[in-house]
T-cell receptor, first 109, second 115 residues
């Protein structure tokens, strides 16, 4: 079973920032936080990952709470192409990706 | 690189028939994963290989399911006999290594419908 909890859905306007939350209530000190997204009719794709510090890449930013019990994926300017299901995953020593139900992001033009 | 390649992209078959799904991982990736996605159960890991050897098949639902990786560039997932409840999208993914920071690269999936 997935170890994270996320809202079922969120909506955003195009070109506005989006903050997607995730709760990691059972995360351990060595688990990495991974985010993947799945565009319609496609396989999941990697977005970003981190351990303790905030992380940035060309797709998004990841803000990790100090106690690591929550994280937030930030899309700085949502586009219609960002409409997808976003999954946050705690990667533990099993090295398995255990997907939950994710957050479905709707982007309004 | 072309990414992870899966075939066929769509498969329609009748209950009781054998189904074989194919996957070509990204060249140089040592890990290969098979997932299944349904509305009811979401994305589930079925099995994964390391250097062509099955490491964890705890997610394989029944003996009707089998997976092989005869070489580093090819893997199959076989269902025999198929049943309507096997209808799902099956994804293959590969990874260069195993680690807490490693990324998995997914294929486009095979959409299977068993009538």
């Amino acid at each position: 079973d997935a170890k994270t909890t996320q809202p079922n859905s969120m909506e955003s306007n195009e070109e506005e920032p989006v903050h997607l939350p995730c709760n990691h209530s059972t995360i351990s000190g060595t688990d990495y936080i991974h985010w993947y997204r799945q565009l319609p009719s496609q396989g999941p794709e990697y977005v970003i990952h981190g351990l303790t510090s905030n992380v940035n890449n060309r797709m998004a930013s990841l803000a990790i709470a100090e106690d690591r019990k929550s994280s937030t994926l930030i899309l700085h300017r949502a586009t219609l192409r960002d409409a997808a299901v976003y999954y946050c995953i705690d990667m533990d020593s099993s090295y398995k990706l255990i997907f939950g139900s994710g957050t479905r992001l709707l982007v309004r033009p | 690189d072309a990414g992870v390649i899966q075939s066929p992209r769509h498969e329609v078959t009748e209950m009781g028939q054998e189904v074989t799904l194919r996957c070509k991982p990204i060249s140089g990736h040592d890990y290969l994963f098979w997932y299944r996605q349904t509305m009811m159960r979401g994305l589930e890991l079925l099995i994964y290989f390391n250097n062509n050897v099955p490491i964890d098949d705890s997610g394989m639902p029944e003996d009707r399911f089998s997976a092989k990786m005869p070489n580093a560039s090819f893997s199959t997932l076989k269902i025999q006999p198929s049943e309507p409840r096997d209808s799902a999208v099956y994804f293959c993914a590969s990874s260069p290594d195993r680690g807490l920071r490693e990324t998995q690269y997914f294929g486009p999936g095979t959409r299977l419908l068993v009538l």
